[in-house]
């Protein structure tokens, strides 16, 4: 049986999106593409023989879709999925759901209500090197978590423009590190608290946002996870985990740009990392198109049947990130609860 | 302006370089495919939307053909290769051209008669971590090269059946390092000594064959080789190059499955190498065509213009395979001014 | 000219540095030894050829001695030191010089009247591996240095008895790292926080000590440490120092136990790591006396000659650990000024 | 019980195993010292507080001597071999025996005539880091061995003096990894295949030696071991061992100068290998001293106690020294039958 997907959404992201499940991705297949710059759909379109529909209303409610990929921007994604839910479709949506909670919220209750299955696009997770760490976690190699690094790092800044629309660096780049802490862990985040400085560039303070930061979140279950985020690291893109527990570590290392040594008086040189998101984690793309169409297919209506990465999942990042900011701003510890409860206040 | 290909065989690494030149080419597109099981050819001109061939002549003769890749079994690249010349067009060519060296002879004058551009498909040195060895030497980075180590060593033995029809380990498997020997030195081997054995399965040697070799080649600037090959290495694909001078030395290391370490009291544990050679060699397979698209656009009829891979970098390894081969069962040192003139008697 | 060493406390750690000092140090001897238990004092002085003395006191004003290395209990080194000064010999003190912040400075302040050197056994400053770090940074190599990573895990805890009277955990092994976070970034620490728990052995907890932690450091020119801390480690003993800026990074590795491979089916296995400090550090006890001589040498009665872990250097860790234990306790940051301030306010 | 030694030589080596024994080998001590230059015999013997001996004859017979260690010059071994062995004391002595395989014969004899306990200074066999290879082969970690590659290069070449009198690279330098080779697998060699190069200096060629050299060695169970090895490596001292079989391989890498990576835009940096040999293998001689106390300890006269380096051990590695000479100078592969023919005759 193969999965019909609709893709919203054309640019970079939806169109690798779309071409990966229109060619690489067995289970999947491509009816009907969609973006609001229609010339962008009809070139993905023709790419990949797809259908462009004129609305987005037209491509998810379409007979011949069983799956609504969301890789809208960011503002759209929520109307996106309470649409693709009241379809009765099965949503993939990019990160970040939303950057209000109250909007995730109904996106997440239009999906319970209609008993459709949703993965939330946290790639990380599907990277073999990090899914190793959380799975020597998982099958106790590691024993009893204690600490959990994660270094994160760019090899560039985004463009100001980008800066100044992103949410800030937590919501932008940092969320994916609130995930992974959750991820290693399987445990919940209970407290947060946040350096931010700007050293990168000035543009970007100016631009109201950091480029460094250390934040140190503390786990339910007592695990204490330490965040490192830079903009620019001068080495290439710079992402590693380590959690460390009772029985030793797990730690994923890095992916230089190809595999050779040039040893002199000098020393020995490697070369630099590879520099770029969508190639440094082009396999965690097509393994998580994997994990939709394993999910979606064991899913058939029964909720018990676990996501990859639940609406829950994509929630909570949104709620540390809060609780990051807050705890910059006011140097102080700030509490998941405080964000709840200032949360409920305001939904009141 | 893009080069038209015909793909000839429709095998697995025909069907792999079809789908390369269709969609992941840049300057690239296929026209017309052809294999001798002409349900092969179907499934994938259907696949890449091109044209499927009835006869070999008509795929190389075509008006909308520029290029031609010879991906049919081995005995079959020669007929290909001087049809394809005589029809005016750029000629890839899959390793080895032909176990018989005067066949080689004639498709290379067909190719030189033509005035037409030829590449061989020695895949390793397109490889980004044994090129960086090859470049390093090259701008001088190791100085004079005195010494080179080539490990090559297979995941596995391939089937007893490939086996009685391969040409043997030397022709089959050390070939792709006769060639890197060539390439990471730029300089001629003249003379070989080879020790090979049986130690990975009798049924190889049953078959007549070894699985196990060392090969000493001596170049014509003094460098000395050594080659290490095994067919099965219990730990994955083992591939390194090491080029040693007066400078330092350069050298590839292997890619691990995955980039992880776990750590315990019984020490630190990284993942075995990749397994597969598609796998493991992706990127050298279309770097490769980027080569060649270059290559045919610069080459426009001017035979001055170097080919990455050319008719002699073809012949050479086949010429030390025979010395080889002659070495081991002899056991002595072989000169390949030796195999020339048996060759040239032969000819005669 | 050979400096002539008085050496107080024959315990491991003086009868390390004594046997160091006697044998393996060019520039270096020693004269006489001390320790209140005699028999310790004998076996030492009988080892290295060394007069025993009957008092510090003794030890410290005898004719023949250049230089005295106070390898005795914390609570004693205050008064060795002024003794010491008081003599006019050069002065080598173990850290911490006391957990009394005005003792640290009683002392401090006999040196300085005395003009005599001193220099504090800071000695992870002089491991080969984080004095590159430091070098680095130094050079320029790393560019601005924003953010600081030090890992400190040891292979096991103390036992029950040491942790009741080491001072905490910060006083006893973050006091390295705190160290370390100055040396690296040669910036002064304004604020401290600090998160601690009790995971490896709830004997600690019932000590009143922690044995995790995670501490972010606020340097004065904005660069952030986090500090990374774990009594128990089952690979061994895990040391590692990163400094990550606008250039790049240095980081130190940690060494292994030997440095062979097995591969197999089940991976790549390396063996664990070092376990013993003096093992681990063992060459940095050396440079540490390379350094002191050529310091001492150099210093000739010139105070301004810089020490390599001067006085200043041994006291801002103490307060550095008072502010982390203070916001640990009351979990918010606190900054250095607090901590002076409080401790002018005693000292009035 | 502690083995008192006569430390015969008092040269470089003969001064490091006279200071080991002194001060850092548990149950061994020195006696005394002697030396044909008596100022050397006298600095050594001060310094460790050792009786001088006027004669080796005086050494060799005192009373109060358990052990005799001979570091002399290689062509006196042999006669110190059989006084010591005469006198009834355990032999310690450096390699090589000597040149003359039937001088070596001669003082093997004289050894079993004794039935002495007897050591050759094979340190390499001690090196943590080779060892654990072996290990690795011993207990099956390996499974049956097909390959062996030992690679071995020198920092620098050593003075055109002693080139002239050190009996040629294979040797000085190579009789390491013949030993190696012999001792990771545990089978005899039975056939050499040697070329060899003047790549380094032409002065070295002037002087009748190579400077590069590849080895390859077929034993007795199958196994083919490569040998490479330069006079000059300028990235340091390079010393590997790789012993690949059917269950994996076991390899050992080197020691880098210290354990630091600088990562800047140009990559990431190591710095050069450990340059020296007594510093690369200052733990193999230590642990050779434990051997060879624990050796002697079980010996007590009983023959069958094997030697953790024996005599045949020492005998052997000169055999395929020869063998490689004879191959490289003829370029063709020789047996060790072949020598040992050639060696009876010469006998006879």
Redesign the interface.
């Known amino acids: 049986m193969t999965i019909r997907f609709a893709v919203l959404g054309c640019g970079r992201i939806g169109k690798m999106h779309a071409e990966m499940l229109a060619?690489q991705v067995p289970g999947a297949s491509v009816t009907v593409v969609f973006d609001v710059v229609d010339a962008a759909a009809q070139s993905v379109g023709a790419d990949i023989d797809a259908r462009v529909a004129t609305s987005l209303a037209d491509a998810v409610s379409a007979n011949d879709v069983d799956a609504v990929a969301i890789c809208t921007s960011t503002d759209t994604h929520v109307d996106a999925m309470v649409a693709a839910a009241e379809a009765g479709k099965a949503v993939f949506c990019e990160k970040p759901i939303s950057l209000d909670v109250a909007a995730v919220d109904r996106g997440l209750a239009a999906v319970a209500a209609a008993g459709v299955a949703l993965q939330i696009g946290f790639n990380r997770r599907y990277d073999?090197?990090?899914?190793?760490?959380a799975d020597?976690v998982k099958h106790g190699?590691?024993?009893?978590v204690?600490?959990v690094?994660i270094?994160s790092?760019d090899p560039g800044p985004p463009p100001i423009e980008y800066v100044k629309v992103s949410g800030g660096m937590f919501n932008d780049m940092t969320i994916h590190d609130f995930d992974m802490a959750r991820y290693v862990t399987n445990s919940e985040v209970v407290e947060v608290?946040a350096?931010g400085?700007v050293?990168?560039d000035p543009a970007i303070g100016e631009a109201g946002d950091i480029d460094?930061a250390?934040v140190?979140l503390?786990h339910a279950d007592?695990t204490?996870t330490?965040i490192?985020n830079?903009r620019?690291?001068?080495?290439g893109y710079d992402q590693r985990v380590e959690a460390?527990g009772?029985?030793?570590?797990?730690?994923?290392?890095?992916?230089?740009?190809?595999?050779?040594?040039?040893?002199?008086?000098?020393?020995?040189?490697?070369?630099?990392l590879e520099n770029f998101f969508l190639e440094r984690y082009a396999k965690s793309y097509l393994d998580q198109w994997d994990a939709f169409v394993a999910y979606v297919t064991a899913f058939a209506g029964d909720a018990s049947v676990a996501s990859p990465a639940s609406g829950a999942d994509g929630r909570a990042p949104l709620v540390i990130g809060k609780a990051a900011l807050l705890s910059m701003n006011e140097?102080?510890?700030v509490t998941i609860e405080e964000i709840h409860n200032a949360q409920q206040e305001s939904n009141s």
Chains 1, 2, 3, 4 share one sequence.
């Open positions: 060619r073999p090197s990090h899914k190793a760490v020597a190699a590691v024993g009893d204690h600490l690094n270094i790092r608290y350096k400085a050293r990168v460094t250390v140190v503390t007592g204490i330490t490192d830079s620019r690291a001068a080495y460390f009772s029985n030793g570590k797990a730690s994923s290392d890095n992916t230089h740009q190809f595999n050779s040594v040039l040893a002199t008086e000098q020393g020995y040189r490697r070369p630099p140097n102080r510890p």
